[in-house]
């Protein structure tokens, strides 16, 4: 099975991924992952990437869907996978169906993790993270035992930047104007299905479980 995982930043995406990878037994795949690998390994591709990356720039869709489409090819994709993060833009998408068609192979379902604005901001918000140890928690959900301090080392916890409300909205405005067209894209194809993020994660994983199901019957 070869599933691509959609939705904004803040939805849920990664945990769904995750929960998808341990279930069927398949790799969860996100572009930072292989950013990092090739980059560690300072493989050709990888020391292209960090040239960008140090710039501060966007590494350019050509480079991240050869670094994408070499994964694909190792051993552990043979019998599916989870993307995560990936396709970002219309074209990334069509290169990488390209990129798929010439070993005769194609994405079986496209899946939106659905969750409104308001909520992506009202959870990211409530999300806090330990400095030393790396620890992370959400003051409704996964509280610490004592408010405000790390379960694990003691340290005070913190609101990352990457979680401020400022910041979320600025990258939601960013997913609407890239991202979001991916869905037509993909509903176009006949493959696009839609999940409720807002919910449990457990019972958005169930829902995902039944497309799925419906889909490989």
């Not at 720039?57 to 991240?64: A, K, N």
């Amino acid at each position: 099975m070869r599933i691509i995982l959609l939705g904004a930043p803040g939805a849920g995406k990664g945990t769904q991924a995750k929960k998808l990878s341990l279930k069927y037994n398949i790799p969860h795949i996100s572009t930072g992952d292989i950013f990092r690998a090739n980059i560690k390994n300072g493989t050709e591709l990888g020391i292209k990437a960090k040239e960008y990356m140090d710039k501060g720039l966007l590494v350019p869709d050509e480079l991240v869907v050869e670094l994408v489409t070499v994964r694909l090819t190792q051993e552990d994709c043979k019998r599916g996978y989870v993307l995560d993060g990936f396709p970002r833009t219309i074209p990334q998408a069509q290169a990488l169906d390209i990129a798929l068609d010439r070993t005769g192979e194609r994405i079986d379902c496209a899946i939106e993790v659905d969750a409104s604005d308001m909520a992506i901001i009202k959870r990211m918000s409530g999300r806090r993270a330990c400095p030393v140890c790396g620890a992370t928690y959400h003051i409704v959900s996964i509280p610490p035992r004592k408010e405000g301090i790390c379960d694990n080392c003691g340290a005070e916890l913190i609101l990352r930047d990457d979680d401020k409300p400022e910041t979320v909205q600025k990258r939601l405005e960013v997913y609407h104007e890239q991202t979001q067209p991916l869905l037509s894209y993909y509903k176009d194809k006949g493959i696009l299905k839609t999940v409720d993020g807002v919910k449990d994660a457990d019972e958005t994983f169930k829902d995902i479980v039944a497309i799925l199901g419906a889909i490989s019957a």
